[in-house]
């Protein structure tokens, strides 16, 4: 059981390149969560999704996609990266909020944009 | 969801109790008081959450004021281990988001 898996660990882009932050979670979680942490900063949503096929953004969605094909994985594209998004990224999961779990959190994903 | 505050930073002896304090006083009835913590720099963890009653988990105690306006997390015998960033959240039953504030910075010393 590894529970949520975030891949790369570290990156480092050029403006305007793209790539895909990928999360996979193994605990068969219907909530997954996309956050971004900027120094000293506590964590802002980016965007979410309660179940395949269902996704909705958070408070900084500008910039970044997601889709959510399986229960799984839960990706985050980046389409022209920008150095504003700079910052460590991180996914979540959890049970579906009725049975009020809290969130397993990965490690993160430390971005730099150059 | 309603708005937490936390003082910035906090000191605690190893092995003594550690009390973090929330305030959510415009917290309303179907709203859950959610504790987390962040280590360094690495995803953050659930530790416990409560709606009325006081709560005590392997990690925690949760006490929450009869009026639910505020709530302590108690540490019992603290460890170097427990130095991190803690996060009180307020969150409805059913919602998807966790609004993430400042936290308590809670340093353990020896």
């Known amino acids: 059981n590894a529970g949520v898996t975030q891949t790369p660990k570290f990156q480092v882009l050029k403006t305007g390149q793209s790539m895909t932050l990928q999360c996979a979670q193994d605990m068969n979680h219907e909530y997954m969560s996309w956050y971004r942490q900027d120094p000293g900063m506590g964590l802002r949503l980016i965007h979410y999704s309660v179940g395949a096929g269902i996704t909705d953004q958070g408070e900084v969605p500008n910039g970044y996609n997601v889709s959510r094909s399986t229960t799984e994985d839960f990706p985050l594209r980046l389409l022209s990266a920008a150095p504003s998004q700079t910052s460590v990224y991180f996914c979540a999961s959890s049970r579906p909020a009725a049975a009020n779990y809290g969130y397993t959190f990965g490690s993160g994903t430390r971005l730099t944009v150059v | 969801d309603a708005k937490t505050t936390q003082p910035t930073s906090m000191d605690c002896a190893e092995g003594r109790a550690a009390n973090l304090p929330c305030n959510h006083s415009t917290i309303s009835g179907n709203e859950y008081v959610y504790w987390y913590r962040q280590i360094h720099s690495q995803g953050p963890q659930y530790i416990i959450h409560?709606?009325?009653n006081n709560e005590t988990n392997e990690m925690a105690s949760l006490i929450i004021t009869e009026d639910r306006k505020s709530s302590t997390l108690i540490l019992p015998h603290a460890t170097l281990r427990d130095t991190a960033v803690y996060y009180c959240?307020?969150?409805?039953?059913?919602?998807?988001?966790?609004?993430f504030g400042q936290g308590t910075r809670l340093t353990i010393n020896p």
């Open positions: 409560g709606l009325k």
């Open positions: 959240i307020v969150r409805t039953q059913g919602a998807q988001k966790l609004v």
